[in-house]
């Protein structure tokens, strides 16, 4: 699902942080990966070919050789057609100067680097993910957030897509924009150009195709909340 929910309890995020030795991301699944499939089995194969489909968030899932990768692709929207050159990111809402982050910005600004877990609702996790890109908390000074601004939300490029965040998040120090994985550029079908990636919360809020960012005075529901998930979605140690 995009982007990607809910853990388990035998499942733990390790911030490894920069500068240790290179380790190749790896996939492993929960006992609720096995249940889900397993529920799923009993309607027989065609039932777990559609099961799968309605499990990736979409008719638009993608093929079962990306669910079941090395890091497993789930998506509610399309893929979108937009090179990395012509990706603008704009910063408005409750902020005193508007912003349109265009590519030749967003090269000039500061970089991160960072290698965490990643974690999904459907019982998968991802170990050692290499992250790089902007932290929003530079764009959000270059904005200029107003006192009444408590949360940002992030809007993919469908439309379709949006999660909230509290600022506390947004401006943490692991907290990403992220435009490359694992040294290479991101690949469209993991939210490049540019993801936002949140490793102290689920998947889901790790909005992909990010094309905007609003700051608002309270969240707003997003395409899984308003489909029931909760709105915080922290990762259970």
Known sequence: MDEDL????????????????????????????????????VAGVVG???????LAGSEQGGPLSDMFGPFPVRSAEDVPDVPAADWVITVDGLVDQPLKIDRATWSSLQRL??????????????????????????????AGVKPEGKFAVFHAYGGTYL???????????????????????????????VRLVVPAQL????????????ITKAARAGYWEERGYPEDAPIRG
């Open 48 to 54: 777990v070919f559609a099961g799968l489909k309605k």
């Open 113 to 142: 680097d960072e290698t965490v877990d990643f974690h999904c609702v459907e019982g998968w996790s991802v170990d050692d993910v290499r992250w790089g890109g902007v932290a929003p908390a530079r764009l959000l000074e270059k």
């Open 6 to 41: 809910e853990q388990t309890e035998d499942e733990r995020s390790e911030q490894t942080g920069d500068g240790g030795p290179e380790r190749p991301s790896a996939v492993r699944y929960s006992r609720r990966w096995f249940l889900v499939l397993g529920g799923v089995a």
């Open 203 to 214: 998947g889901y809020k790790n909005v992909k195709w990010v094309e905007r960012i609003e």
């Open 163 to 193: 999660s909230s965040v509290p600022l506390d998040l947004v401006t943490a120090p692991q907290t990403m924009l992220a435009d490359t994985l694992n040294l290479e550029p991101l690949p469209p079908k993991h939210g490049g150009p």
